[in-house]
């Protein structure tokens, strides 16, 4: 693939309020408007928090169909190489308990085993 999976899916949060990554848990998006603090005189811009919800599974085939477009590969390939991405991410969550998507956030596995998601700030 000429670009990453993390790629795909923060291009698609952009776009779309849910990204699901199949097998492994589901991107939700809540806008904010913009806000106005008239005690300091500044003006917050719109924006999106994201939300991680483990249960969110089920392959809808935005994720897939969206690489497909992009990467001119077959959708084999494509869940392929989706499978390997998630295995490379728990492999690092129960190797050094972190694991970090690009331009999205980072995720934690916390002793009890929660996956924990802590959006990037700096990019919304």
């Known amino acids: 693939m000429k670009r990453s999976v993390d790629f795909y899916i923060s291009e698609l949060l952009y776009i779309h309020d849910c ?3 199949p097998g492994f848990g589901g991107f939700v998006g809540n806008h904010s408007s913009a806000k106005l603090d008239q005690d300091n005189h500044t003006l ?13 599974k ?4 935005l994720l897939i169909n969206y690489i497909v477009d992009h990467e001119s590969l077959d959708v084999k390939k494509i869940e392929n190489e989706i499978k390997k991405f998630i295995e490379n991410a728990w492999e690092k969550l ?14 934690s596995l916390e002793k009890e085993g929660n996956l924990v998601f802590i959006q990037d700030e700096e990019i919304n």
């Open 19 to 21: 990204v699901i990554i």
């Open 44 to 56: 917050s811009p719109p924006s999106k928090q994201l939300l991680f919800n483990q249960n969110l």
């Open 58 to 61: 089920t392959n809808d085939g």
């Open 94 to 107: 129960n190797q050094i308990k972190k694991f970090r998507l690009n331009k999205i956030g980072l995720f």
